[in-house]
């Protein structure tokens, strides 16, 4: 069975820093990949894919995220954080051969953004 | 808007009692699954389905129930609560084209207290 690590609990930036969340995975075959954020007291939200093709995906509000396929990684990305990035954001994997029911979802990473 | 709708919001249970969250969807979805989140823990997969008619265990099934006679619902019902189901219960439906899964969209979440 695969599994996702986010080694980063809980992160605190101020407005205007440079954000990179880190998620790794293991799996040996070909992956699907994912990122979601779950602003305060809300759903989870699909932030960007990631399933062939460019390595470097873009999401939704500025974020980015690049698949380095020899390293098992899935960064999270965004040049310039916003108060209104502050949430919580959960790396996904599912192998591609798999089931639905195959996704398997990180702890996730609370960011923090300080005015 | 169509999407993902869960009832209730909140929910506070003495041990032993039973109820259903409820779960719909408009969205023609055919894969539904049934999440709980706890701190540090991320998302664990309670039961999914795969269609009509077709539901299955996920990681941490006891406790729980469900049933999927329409396309639409995809109620979870709790048989005895206890203090250990205390959680945010996440609902999400998928669809996907010859098995490439496109992302969940996730409902907006029962948090449910057992006392």
């Known amino acids: 069975a695969q599994s996702v690590s986010q080694h980063n609990h809980h992160v605190i930036l101020s407005e205007a820093a440079s954000l990179e969340l880190g998620c790794n995975y293991s799996?040996?075959?070909?992956?699907?990949l994912f990122w979601y954020v779950q602003y305060p007291g809300q759903h989870l939200q699909l932030l960007l894919k990631?399933?062939?093709?460019?390595?470097l995906v873009k999401g939704i509000k500025g974020f980015e995220a690049e698949f380095i396929k020899s390293k098992f990684s899935f960064n999270l990305r965004k040049p310039s954080v916003q108060w209104s990035d502050t949430a919580e954001y959960f790396c996904a994997v599912k192998p591609d051969s798999g089931g639905y029911q195959k996704v398997t979802f990180g702890t996730g990473t609370k960011l923090q953004v300080i005015p | 808007n169509a999407g993902v709708t869960q009832t209730p919001k909140f929910q506070v249970l003495k041990t032993g009692q039973s109820m259903t969250l409820q779960c719909a969807q408009d969205m023609n979805h055919e894969y539904m699954s049934w999440y709980r989140q706890d701190p540090g823990m991320g998302l664990r997969l309670i039961h999914y389905s795969v269609g009509a008619g077709i539901t299955d265990q996920g990681e941490v099934p006891n406790g729980y129930n469900v049933s999927r006679s329409t396309t639409e619902d995809f109620p979870l019902r709790l048989l005895s609560a206890a203090p250990s189901q205390t959680s945010v219960y996440f609902c999400?439906?998928?669809?996907?084209?010859?098995?490439?899964?496109?992302?969940?969209?996730f409902g907006s979440g029962t948090r449910l207290t057992v006392v």
């Open positions: 999400a439906s998928s669809t996907g084209d010859r098995g490439t899964f496109y992302g969940y969209t």
């Open positions: 799996y040996g075959g070909t992956v699907n």
């Open positions: 990631y399933f062939s093709g460019d390595p």
